[in-house]
């Protein structure tokens, strides 16, 4: 009942019932010691009478056979039947099984589960049109399962249990992503240093991604996480180009500043006819409607929305970090790139 109140949920369900009629059937151990009767076999004898039991297998015609041993159906049906059962005590005598038991009207659970080794209940929640499982599932902990007894837990299962951890890989996954930019550019710009000009710039653009996702009620699924390693790559390429061409202006002599702002101008437009028409490829897919709408929403808007952000902030911030980074390269280096151009030129 809680959880059909939650905000975004649909409709909640379980299989489990704990008002199952059931025969409850209580054995007089005292009394069957005194006739000599065994409770192990008596209980067998009632199990195969009501539930059946395969005796033995052989083998006929070329053919293999299974005998099963079970009361037919009309004799098995009520707890009269109790009253056709007899057991062999000690002596070889024939004792009535219903003289040693005693049945019993109860409600109790129909079937019981067990999860990692705990009695337990499935229960399954649907929700509304425009809510992702991420959503749900952070509100029914916040809550409904959080307020759970003492001695009462929950865990999540399926897809929900791998969306649930996928969902706190996202750390791991970008760092990796960005670790392998970073030695990627710095075996190529020969620099530590010059190489977090770009990745420093990738910010801009996983800020539009969260926000853009978030503004919509998307949560941070495995296709969002997909979206930002493409976007880190998207990113750190136009990042590379500004850079590119803004270390060729200061190897030409220009100044840090002017080399930086040159390499702004020069390659603003590509940046700006690649990105946009990244983003309107994202466009169709951002409205994409059917089964698998939610994918196509979380991929495309992630991505979009951190082009756009991208590019807006990053035509600016990239220029200031080369102008930061180049200087403090020179600086440890001891040495300026126009320096080295006017000396090998001379040589």
Do not use: C
């Not at 425009?130 to 307020?147: C, D, P, R, W």
């Not at 706190?168 to 190489?195: D, G, K, W």
């Not at 853009?212 to 296709?223: F, K, M, P």
């Amino acid at each position: 009942a809680q959880i059909m109140k939650q905000p975004g949920v649909q409709f909640a369900y379980t299989m489990f019932r704990a008002d199952y009629p059931q025969m409850e059937l209580e054995v007089d151990e005292d009394k069957a010691a005194q006739l000599g009767v065994d409770v192990s076999e008596m209980l067998s004898s009632v199990q195969t009478y009501f539930a059946g039991d395969q005796s033995l297998n052989f083998n006929r015609f070329g053919k293999f056979y299974r005998i099963a041993v079970k009361a037919d159906g009309i004799y098995r049906t009520d707890k009269e039947a109790f009253n056709e059962i007899f057991v062999k005590n000690n002596l070889g005598q024939m004792v009535p099984v219903n003289t040693l038991v005693t049945l019993r009207k109860v409600y109790g659970p129909e079937s019981v589960t067990r999860y990692n080794l705990y009695n337990s209940l499935t229960i399954n929640v649907v929700s509304t049109p425009g809510i992702s499982n991420g959503a749900i599932m952070e509100t029914l902990e916040k809550n409904v399962l959080t307020k759970l007894p003492g001695d009462y837990s929950y865990e999540w299962t399926g897809l929900s249990l791998e969306e649930k951890s996928s969902g706190n890989q996202t750390v791991l996954i970008l760092s990796l992503s960005l670790l392998f930019v970073y030695f990627l550019l710095s075996a190529q710009y020969e620099s530590y240093l010059l190489p977090l000009a770009v990745l420093l710039s990738i910010p801009t653009g996983m800020i539009g991604s969260f926000l853009g996702t978030r503004a919509i009620g998307l949560d941070n699924n495995i296709y969002v996480q997909v979206g930002l390693i493409m976007l880190i790559g998207l990113l750190a390429k136009n990042a590379i180009l500004i850079v590119e061409f803004a270390l060729q202006r200061r190897r030409a002599g220009s100044s840090l500043i002017d080399s930086a702002l040159e390499g702004a101008r020069a390659r603003l437009r590509p940046i700006l006819m690649t990105s946009l028409a990244f983003i309107a490829g994202m466009v169709p897919l951002m409205f994409a409607t059917g089964g698998t709408a939610t994918g196509n929403h979380s991929i495309s808007t992630g991505a979009a929305m951190g082009m756009l952000s991208g590019v807006i902030l990053g035509v600016i911030i990239i220029p200031l970090l080369y102008l930061v980074f180049q200087y403090l390269q020179e600086k440890v280096s001891g040495k300026k790139l126009t320096d080295n151009t006017v000396h090998n030129t001379n040589d």
